[in-house]
């Protein structure tokens, strides 16, 4: 209802494709500019406490826009700011948003559980847009930006009754800083969230396109009013319903690369044939048809994007996941906008579906990782360090070193193994990390890696996972002699002046 109220008074205040355009803009652009920070206040603070003050936010927002809109004080500018504060409370609400799903239910459990949570926004958005068209034309968008508001009510109270388990660490909180440097040196050395990320970024920019011009195509090519707008939107919201339910039939017959590909090549024909439609009825089927394709899109990318994170950085990761998806849907709007204006809505359209078509041999080779692999639980299976005294937290850097005996003759396998684990120590907070060998004796090595302080690297024990444990048993296999690779721990120390 806030979407069809929004950009339904935008259509009132102006004929601008672009700046109708931009409030599609102002409601994702937040997330492009504080997804990191929510990511890390995500993984830092209390969740229930952030998603109680962000709902709050968003309630005050939204009826602070429908007093202003009922008294007549609306106009363009006002319109993006109190879009774009809307948007702020979302952008750092939804991290935390996603990274509680895992909380509620069981790993195995999740694609069937996001899928779930899309059938609900997804019924939402069939009957929103449909109530907000008739709202909107009985008694003005103001009405809905109150009753939007009234909405976050029930949320709130949801929120204050849920009792969540108490964090597990015995160290200290991170820092917000530290939280979000720990997020980004994850996201740089974890390849199954680069996947998620160039796919979901190649479709949404050009798919975008479709909510973008969508107000466009309907009120001014098609002549339409707000209640046609709802219903249009409506549609496209049953054919995510209907899609979400059809889910489990088509993983079971395409692979899930596969079905991701289909569902985007629907949606970039999807675009190309709105371009030539001409009347109400033939856009409202492809609508549906478009909600049954982005559903799938949708569900398919969230579900990559929470397999690939570690409980420990997953608001951080989603954050990352959140910035880019939104922030191709900011930055798509305002170029597709641009592009109608001088080039014309149906060119527009055009171009975004053959941008969309492109992607799909463009992405092909980054594989997406699925719901159910790999197992990214803690496994704490390293044992604590053997410690005369135990040293001050932020003392460091920390120098960690493993030797291994190698049988010369299995050396570059041994070093190909190691690949991955070196990987996993960046990853997990180390800023340098080396295998050296031994010249004067062929079959030592000895792995080291630096880490910037003694308390980062018990945070490195608790965020070994058990698919990381399975990566360093494959690795030593290849070491010799009944007794386990010897660690030992150096921590650096100034000199005496």
Do not use: K
């Amino acid at each position: 209802m806030q979407d069809v109220a929004g950009t339904w008074l935008m259509t009132s205040l102006t004929s601008s494709p672009i700046l109708i355009a931009l409030v599609q803009a102002a409601t994702t652009l937040p997330v492009f500019l504080l997804a990191l920070v929510a990511g890390a206040l995500a993984d830092v603070v209390d969740r229930r406490r952030l998603l109680i003050v962000t709902q709050s936010w968003m309630l005050l927002a939204s009826a602070a826009l429908g007093g202003m809109t009922l008294a007549g004080a609306t106009n363009v500018w006002i319109l993006l700011l109190f879009t774009f504060l809307v948007g702020m409370g979302n952008a750092l609400n939804a991290p935390a948003w996603q990274a509680i799903i895992p909380e509620l239910v069981g790993r195995r459990d999740l694609p069937a559980a996001l899928a779930l949570n899309g059938i609900a926004v997804n019924l939402a958005r069939a009957v929103g847009p449909a109530l907000g068209g008739f709202i909107v034309a009985a008694a003005g968008p103001g009405a809905a930006f109150l009753l939007n508001a009234v909405s976050f009510l029930g949320v709130v109270l949801v929120l204050f009754r849920w009792r969540r388990a108490p964090r597990q660490s015995l160290l200290p909180v991170e820092t917000l800083l530290g939280a979000l440097l720990a997020g980004l040196r994850y996201a740089r050395h974890a390849p199954d969230l680069h996947a998620v990320l160039v796919r979901s970024s190649a479709f949404i920019v050009c798919g975008i396109a479709l909510f973008a011009l969508l107000p466009v195509l309907v009120r001014f090519e098609l002549g339409c009013g707000p209640t046609e707008y709802g219903l249009v939107l409506g549609c496209f919201g049953a054919g995510a319903v209907a899609g979400a339910l059809l889910l489990p039939r088509l993983r079971r017959a395409l692979t899930f690369d596969g079905l991701v590909r289909a569902a985007s090549l629907v949606f970039g024909c999807l675009l190309l044939a709105l371009a030539a439609a001409g009347s109400f009825v033939p856009v409202c089927l492809l609508m549906a048809l478009g909600g049954g394709a982005w559903i799938a899109l949708l569900t398919s990318f969230h579900t990559s994007a929470q397999a690939s994170l570690a409980p420990w950085v997953r608001g951080r990761g989603l954050a990352l996941y959140l910035l880019v998806f939104f922030g191709g849907m900011a930055g798509g709007s305002a170029v597709w906008g641009a592009v109608a204006t001088h080039a014309g809505l149906r060119a527009a359209l055009v171009l975004a579906g053959s941008g969309t078509l492109l992607g799909i041999p463009a992405t092909a080779r980054f594989r997406l990782p699925r719901g159910e692999t790999p197992n990214l639980a803690p496994s704490r299976h390293w044992p604590a360090p053997v410690v005369a005294a135990e040293p001050e937290g932020d003392r460091g850097p920390v120098l960690i070193t493993v030797e291994y005996r190698i049988d010369p003759a299995r050396a570059e396998d041994f070093a190909r193994a190691m690949r991955d684990v070196r990987r996993i120590r960046l990853r997990d907070g180390a800023f340098r990390w080396d295998l050296l060998s031994d010249p004067g004796d062929p079959g030592r090595y000895v792995e080291s890696f630096l880490v910037e302080s003694w308390i980062e690297h018990m945070r490195q024990h608790e965020r070994i996972t058990v698919a990381d444990r399975e990566v360093e048993e494959r690795a030593r296999r290849y070491h010799l002699g009944p007794a386990p690779p010897a660690v030992s721990h150096f921590i650096a120390r100034e000199l005496p002046r």
